[in-house]
Each structure stands twice: as structure tokens, then as C-alpha cells.
């Protein structure tokens, strides 16, 4: 038994350590290969922002539009030249679609957790079919998104999904206890009729958004290099109100006047059908 619980707890720092502040302090010297250096904030995006915002809106409109059978209440709500532009976007399926089909028919490629290919790293990402490009918006990190002045300390013990972006801000992807319910909590709060304003399901086993799986991407290694990293992206006012449904982020106050802080993970070369999706857990700017 003890040597259960210590295998356990080894396997668990092996994944948390990457995720705590004081030992990568310690350790960013270490290893470099496994870092990604950054000469300053605005060399950090890979892909432009009106380039993510596109990906994501091709996606999620092709989700939708393969989705209307559902979507009665939604698309009651909106003005009638939207309801027809989602009437005509494509055409009624013959059969339905998973998420995962209409990932692929839209970007060439799809993307779902499996078994990791790394030794005692529990789940990882993999691209189960087609081709990810290089420089394509592969996944999103979900979860409640703090400012770096909220309350954040219960949700973060033993939390290895906490995600620090540049300024300070958090995003808590754990789908798992007090976090989990916190999301459900904040996401129900923002509703707007039959509007939702952000996504749930990635809590559950049935995903609506099959990009929202980037929580359980891992980290590289010396001999396992980074095929994707990690980039922030700011939702713009003018998104589509009938599309924030598939946005896999809230905010933790209502009271935010800020845009939606989002997370996307950019493939950094052409990734193939199989290939686990790798990143680098922290990126130093100069």
C-alpha cells in the first residue's frame, strides 16, 4: 500500500511540477529544449488574431449549422436575415454528424483525447484523422477565466489545469470537483434567454466543441519536441451572439467589462493522423 501511494504521488509531480510557479523558477535553466523563449509579448502569437478569429468562427458556424435541429429556441431569438444565412450555410445533412465529423469536414483534420503516448502521463491529445497544418487554431483551453485579483486558492489545490497567461490572468481547466462546479455555476449565471453564452459540455463526455480538449495536452520533452503552442486570444464585442455557445471559457465575475480571454493552441508544423499534440508548459519573454 505505501508503495502504491508513492508510485501515485510520484506520477502526479511528474505531471503537476510543470504547472508550479516555485519549482520551475528553480528549474528554467534546466532543461531548455523543453521552454519556448519569447523575444516579447508581441512576438508571442504565431497566428494573428483576425486568423483565430476566423478558424473559430468557420467551426463554429459549421457546428451549429449541423446542429439546427436542436436549435430552434437559438435561432428563434435572432433577426431573421441571420436565421436564414444559418438556413443556407450548408445543407441538411443525410445522416448526423458528431462533432468530431464536422471538425474534420471543415479543417481537414480532428482532434480527442486518448492514452498518452508519454510513460505516466495519464491522457493526452492526439489528431485521430486527416492533417493538422502547420499554423492551425488545433485545440482551446477551457475553463473559468480569473483575474489575477480574484479568488482563485481553493480551486488551485492540488489543480494541475490552472493555465497563467502573460498578464497574470488564469484560466482553471480542471472538469473535475470544486472547479467544475464553479464553471457550471458561473456559465449558467450568463445566460441570455435561450442564448448560452459560453460552452458546458466540455465538462462531460459529449462534447460539443471538439476543440475544447487543449487542458490535456502535455508537455514536451528533450527527445519529444513541442508540434503545437499555446496562444491568448481576446474574443472580440462584435462575435457572433449565437456563437458563444461553443466558446469553452467564462468569466468567474459578472461583473467583467474585459473581453473573454481565450486560449488556443497553434500547430507549429504540418502534425499527422495519430500524432500526439505537445506543448511547452512555460514560455519565457524577454
Keep these: 500500500m505505501p508503495g502504491r501511494l508513492l508510485r501515485g504521488l510520484r506520477q502526479w509531480w511528474r505531471s503537476y511540477r510543470y504547472r508550479f510557479v516555485p ?17 516579447g509579448k508581441r512576438e ?16 463554429f458556424r459549421a457546428l451549429l449549422a449541423h446542429d439546427l435541429p436542436r436549435q430552434r429556441e437559438v435561432l428563434a431569438a435572432l433577426p431573421e436575415p441571420v436565421r436564414s444565412a444559418y438556413r443556407h450555410l450548408l445543407p441538411a445533412p443525410p445522416h448526423a454528424r458528431s462533432p468530431e465529423d464536422v471538425l474534420l469536414q471543415t479543417l481537414g483534420f480532428s482532434v480527442a483525447r486518448a492514452a498518452s503516448s508519454l510513460v ?3 491522457r493526452g491529445v492526439f489528431v485521430t484523422r486527416g492533417l493538422a497544418p502547420r499554423g492551425a487554431v488545433v485545440s482551446m ?27 497574470g490572468v488564469l484560466i482553471d481547466g480542471n472538469d473535475k470537483g470544486i472547479s467544475k462546479v464553479v464553471y457550471r455555476s458561473c456559465s449558467g449565471r450568463d445566460r441570455l434567454g435561450p442564448l448560452r453564452m459560453s460552452d458546458s459540455t466540455w465538462l462531460t463526455s459529449e462534447i460539443q466543441n471538439p476543440l475544447a480538449v487543449g487542458q490535456y495536452v502535455n508537455n514536451c520533452s528533450n527527445d519529444r519536441p513541442a508540434n503545437v503552442c499555446y496562444q491568448e486570444f481576446d474574443v472580440p464585442p462584435s462575435f457572433p451572439v449565437e456563437l458563444k455557445q ?13 473581453p473573454l480571454r481565450c486560449v488556443v493552441l497553434i500547430a507549429l508544423r504540418d502534425v499527422s493522423q495519430g500524432e500526439e499534440l505537445l506543448s511547452n508548459y512555460y514560455t519565457i519573454v524577454r
Design 141 to 167: 483551453y477551457p475553463g473559468t477565466v480569473y483575474q489575477k485579483y480574484e479568488p482563485v486558492f481553493f480551486q488551485s489545490i492540488g489543480n494541475p489545469f490552472i493555465f497563467r497567461c502573460l498578464d
Design 23 to 39: 519549482w520551475i523558477a528553480l528549474n528554467i535553466n534546466h532543461n531548455p529544449r523543453t521552454r519556448r523563449d519569447v523575444p
Design 44 to 59: 508571442d502569437k504565431v497566428l494573428a488574431d483576425a486568423e483565430v478569429l476566423a478558424a473559430l468562427l468557420r467551426v
Design 120 to 122: 505516466s502521463a495519464g
Design 246 to 258: 461553443y466558446l469553452p471559457n467564462t468569466t468567474y465575475s459578472c461583473a467583467q467589462q474585459r
